[in-house]
């Protein structure tokens, strides 16, 4: 098993795959499949990151909301592009979006930073104290 798969093993969810399902999930808001384009990086046992590639989003047009084992990142459409508007070539998204990542565990947002057009919140997995291993007394 990978090292990046063992914090998910104990639901038995392999990581990569567990994240390709979530990052293909759409809603009705966000009709492209991949879009926003995302990265889901693992750094060690219980701490990984989301970036998303947000062009021509300013800061004040996103959101980032955990509750419980859920994680929804929501965009407006920028503004100052008319429909009339007339493209030579059109590339760069400029519509609402919201992702929602469910995870087999609570998660907890460390940070975010938003730079350059890349959106990057990094987290971690919370682990409930009844679920951690602990020493047992024997008795005699």
């Known amino acids: 098993m990978k090292k990046q798969d063992i914090f998910f093993a104990i639901s038995g969810i392999a990581l990569a795959d567990f994240f390709q399902r979530q990052i293909a999930r759409t809603t009705d808001a966000c009709k492209v499949f991949s879009f926003p384009p995302t990265d889901v990086i693992a750094h060690d046992e219980g701490h990984f990151e989301i970036q998303m590639a947000l062009a021509g989003y300013s800061?004040?047009?996103?959101?980032?909301?955990?509750?419980?084992?859920?994680?929804?990142i929501?965009?407006?459409?920028?503004?100052?592009?008319?429909?009339?508007?007339?493209?030579?070539?059109?590339?760069?998204?400029?519509?609402a979006f919201e992702r929602t990542m469910e995870f087999p565990q609570l998660v907890e947002v460390k940070e975010a930073t938003f730079i350059d057009g890349l959106l990057v919140v990094k987290l971690n997995v919370v682990v409930p104290?009844?679920?951690k291993a602990r020493k047992v007394p024997i008795n005699s």
Request: proline share 3%; charged share 35%; glycine share 10%.
């Open 129 to 131: 104290e009844s679920e």
């Open 74 to 95: 929501t965009g407006k459409a920028p503004e100052g592009t008319s429909e009339d508007t007339s493209f030579f070539a059109r590339g760069i998204a400029r519509r």
């Open 59 to 72: 800061l004040d047009l996103l959101d980032i909301e955990v509750k419980g084992s859920h994680l929804t």
